[in-house]
C-alpha cells in the first residue's frame, strides 16, 4: 500500500492539520496566545468551540474522511459548523472573517480564500482554500447541540428527545453523528483505517468508487467494513484480526451477499439489535421495492446510504466483488499491490463490450472555472440519463465507467496546453474528454428485442442533448459543446483515462451559486456578533446596490443615522445576557390579516420551518411588561441600539 502512495505523508497530514487549525482560529475569531495558528495534534479532538465566554457557543467540527483519518492527497476537508445562530447570520460572520484573515499578517502564509458560496436543496455551504487545501463548510442551527457538544453524541441515544429536531437540521448532523459512533466502536480504528483505504483504492481501480451513480462512497465503505470487522472481532477476538484478514473477509462476505433481499448495517448497533428482537429486520428498516441496495447509516434521516443504487449498479457490484474474492481465494493475484492497483481495469472496460453510449464533452471557452462547473454540471445530469435509459430499455445492461476518457494522442498536448495557460494565465482552455457506458443485452432477448431497445436507447440521448444544450445558465454554445451517441467497440479509438484535476468538475443537484453583491448584501446581518467581539461598534460597509427594506422605506427629506435591521435587534434580544428575550413581542404584517403578533422566542428563522415568516414583514418589538416599542420600522425607532431618528 505504500507504494500506491494510499497513505499521504507526514507532511501532508501535518499541512492539513495546520489548515484546518488556522480556520478553525479564524471562524471563531480567537489567535492563539503567540498569535500564530499551530497545528493540531489529533483530528479527532479538533472540533472545538466558541473562544470567548461573552459569546454563544459555536462548535467547529471536521466531517467526513479527514475526521476519520482515511482521507488522500486530494480529498477536500469537510468541516461542519454548531451553533445558535440562524444560518444567514452565520455565513455572513463568516465571510467577514474570513475576508479580514485573507489581508491579516498573522494568516499570510495560509492565504485563506472563499472560492463560492452554494446555494443547494440541503442548505448553504461555502467552499474554501485554506493552505492551498479545499474546505467545504457547512452551518447547522443547533443551540442545545452546540451547548452539550460533544458529550451529547454519546449520552443521548437517537429516540432522546434532544433529537427531535427538523429534518434538514438532523441531515447536516448525520455525518458528525456516524463518525462519532463508528470511531468509538470499532474493534482497533488503525486497522479499519488501513483496510478503508485499500477497498477504497481497489473500488477507484476498478470503477466502482462513485456514490452518484450507484455505486460505492465512503460512507457505505465504512458501514460494510464496520460491519465485519465487529463480527470477525466477536469471534475471534480484537488483536487477532488483522488488516489482511479483514480486507479478504470483506470481500468474501460481499460476494456471496444477496443485494437484493438482504440489507448491511450495523447488526451490533443496540438500536438496531433491539428493533430486530422486536420484530425482525422489518422493524430496522423497511425497505421498498425500489431500494435494490441498502446500507444503512447509524443515524436517520435517510437511513439508506444507496438510495442512488440501481439494478444495473448493484450487478455490477457483485460481479466486481465475485472477482475480487476468486482473485484473492485462488491466488490469481501475486501480491497486494497488484490487487488494489485493479489489474487495468480501465483498459478491460474499453474493450469488453460490443457498443457503448459515448457522451462527448468539449469546452473552450477563457474560463477554467467556468468550464470546470460546465463539465461537473453535465455529470451530474449523467444520472438522469441513466434513470431514463433503465425505463426505455431494461432488457440492456448498462455499466458506467465514473471517470472520463481522452484520446492518448490528445491528452500530453492538452496537459501541455493547460500547463502553459497555468503558467502565463492567459489564453483559451480547450477540454476534451467522453464518458461511456457499456451496454450488454441478455443472451435471451431477440433480435428484434434488440432493435427495439436500440431505438429506445437513442431516443433516450436525443431527449438527453436537448436538454443539455436548452440550459442557458450552464451550457453555451460559443465555448461549449456536447453531444451523446451509440458506438461500436471499433469506433472508440485509443482512449485512456483523463488523470487531470483540475478539470474535475464537482456539482451537486439543485444548487445555485451567489454573487458578490449578494455577499455584500448580507454582511450587515452579523454586526450584532461585531458588537459582542469588541467593546465598541464597528461602522458597517456601505452598499451600492439599495436592500428590498430600504425600497420599502419612504423617502425622507433628511435620511439621518440608518436603522439597525429587524435581524440585528432580533439577535441582540436574543443573545445579549443582560435582555430576557421572553419579554418582547414580535410585530408583523400578515398578507391577509393585517399586523399580528408572535412571541419573540416562537420565531423561527430557518427557511425550512413550517412557520417561518421572512424578516422583511417584521413591523416592531414590543416589550411584554409596559407595551412599549423599542423598534419600529415606519417611524425609524429604535431603543435597542440607538439608530435611526
Known amino acids: 500500500m505504500a507504494e500506491l502512495n494510499i497513505f499521504p505523508s507526514h507532511e501532508e497530514i501535518s499541512k492539513r492539520k495546520a489548515a484546518f487549525h488556522a480556520l478553525k482560529i479564524i471562524l471563531l475569531d480567537n489567535p492563539p496566545p503567540n498569535q500564530y495558528p499551530q497545528a493540531v495534534t489529533d483530528t479527532t479532538t479538533a472540533s472545538e468551540t466558541q473562544a470567548r465566554s461573552n459569546q454563544p457557543p459555536l462548535i467547529i467540527t471536521p466531517v467526513g474522511s479527514f475526521a476519520l483519518g482515511v482521507h488522500t492527497s486530494s480529498s477536500d476537508i469537510d468541516v461542519l459548523a454548531i451553533g445558535p445562530f440562524s444560518t444567514n447570520t452565520f455565513f455572513s460572520l463568516a465571510i467577514q472573517r474570513l475576508r479580514r484573515a485573507s489581508s491579516s499578517p498573522l494568516f499570510s502564509s495560509y492565504q485563506p480564500k472563499i472560492l463560492r458560496r452554494i446555494y443547494s436543496s440541503t442548505g448553504t455551504m461555502l467552499e474554501l482554500s485554506v493552505n492551498q487545501i479545499k474546505f467545504d463548510l457547512q452551518y447547522c442551527p443547533a443551540a442545545h447541540i452546540a451547548s452539550n457538544w460533544p458529550r451529547i453524541l454519546s449520552t443521548a441515544p437517537p429516540g432522546n428527545a434532544v433529537w427531535s429536531l427538523p429534518a434538514l437540521t438532523l441531515t447536516k448532523l448525520k455525518a458528525a453523528r456516524d463518525l462519532d459512533y463508528l470511531r468509538r466502536t470499532v474493534p482497533d480504528l488503525a486497522v479499519f483505517r488501513t483496510a478503508h483505504r485499500a477497498v477504497r ?32 472481532a466477536l469471534t475471534q477476538g480484537v ?151 433503465h425505463r426505455r430499455a431494461p432488457g440492456v445492461y448498462v455499466r458506467m465507467w465514473p471517470a472520463r476518457f481522452v484520446e492518448a494522442d490528445m491528452a500530453s498536448q492538452q496537459a501541455e496546453a493547460d ?75 485509443n482512449l485512456q ?121 417584521i413591523v416592531y418589538f414590543k416589550r411584554r411588561s409596559d407595551g412599549n416599542v423599542v423598534w419600529d420600522r415606519k417611524m425609524k425607532k429604535d431603543e435597542v441600539f440607538g439608530s435611526g431618528l
Open 201 to 232: 483504492s481497489w473500488a477507484k481501480a476498478r470503477g466502482v468508487y462513485a456514490q452518484r451513480f450507484g455505486y460505492l462512497g465512503g460512507i457505505q465503505i465504512s458501514v460494510m467494513l464496520a460491519r465485519v470487522y465487529k463480527a470477525l
Open 239 to 389: 488483536t487477532r484480526v488483522g488488516v489482511e484478514e479483514l480486507v479478504a473477509s470483506f470481500f468474501e462476505e460481499y460476494a456471496r451477499f444477496h443485494w437484493g433481499r438482504d440489507m448491511v448495517y450495523d447488526e451490533v448497533c443496540p438500536w438496531f439489535r433491539q428493533k430486530r428482537e422486536k420484530g425482525g429486520e422489518k422493524e430496522v428498516y423497511r425497505r421498498t421495492s425500489r431500494e435494490a441496495m441498502v446500507v444503512l447509516g447509524w443515524f436517520g434521516p435517510g437511513l439508506n446510504t444507496s438510495g442512488q443504487a440501481s439494478v444495473w449498479s448493484v450487478r455490477t457490484l457483485k460481479e466486481e466483488f465475485e472477482r475480487a474474492r476468486d482473485q484473492l481465494v485462488k491466488e490469481e493475484v501475486r501480491s497486494w499491490k497488484e490487487f488494489l492497483e485493479g489489474s487495468s481495469a480501465a483498459e478491460e472496460f474499453l474493450t469488453g463490450y460490443k457498443s457503448y453510449v459515448k457522451v462527448d464533452v468539449q469546452y473552450w471557452g477563457l474560463s477554467p472555472s467556468r468550464g470546470a462547473q460546465f463539465v461537473g454540471w453535465l455529470e451530474s445530469r449523467l444520472v438522469m440519463l441513466l434513470v431514463d435509459l
Open 419 to 493: 500547463e502553459q495557460t497555468a503558467t502565463e494565465g492567459t489564453g483559451p482552455r480547450d477540454y476534451q474528454a467522453s464518458y461511456l457506458l457499456g451496454l450488454d443485452a441478455d443472451i435471451s432477448t431477440s433480435k428484434e428485442d434488440l432493435k427495439l431497445a436500440l431505438g429506445s436507447i437513442q431516443t433516450a440521448l436525443q431527449r438527453f442533448e436537448e436538454a443539455i444544450r436548452s440550459d442557458e445558465k450552464y451550457f453555451d454554445a460559443s465555448n461549449s459543446w456536447m453531444s451523446a451517441s451509440v458506438v461500436r467497440r471499433s469506433e472508440l479509438g
Open 497 to 617: 483515462l483523463d488523470t487531470r484535476n483540475d478539470w474535475v468538475g464537482e456539482y451537486t443537484p439543485g444548487e445555485d451559486e451567489s454573487d458578490s453583491d449578494a455577499e455584500d448584501d448580507e454582511e450587515e446581518d452579523a454586526s450584532f456578533l461585531e458588537d459582542l467581539d469588541e467593546a465598541t461598534p464597528k461602522k458597517k460597509k456601505g452598499k451600492n446596490k439599495k436592500t428590498t427594506e430600504d425600497q420599502q422605506q419612504p423617502p425622507r427629506q433628511d435620511p439621518g443615522p440608518k436603522l439597525r435591521s429587524a435581524a440585528d435587534v432580533m439577535n441582540r434580544l436574543r443573545w445579549d445576557s443582560a435582555i430576557d428575550s421572553s419579554e418582547y413581542v414580535v410585530g408583523y404584517e400578515d398578507r391577509f390579516l393585517g399586523v399580528k403578533e408572535r412571541a419573540l422566542d416562537m420565531w423561527k428563522t430557518e427557511q425550512t420551518d413550517e412557520e417561518f415568516i421572512p424578516q422583511h414583514r
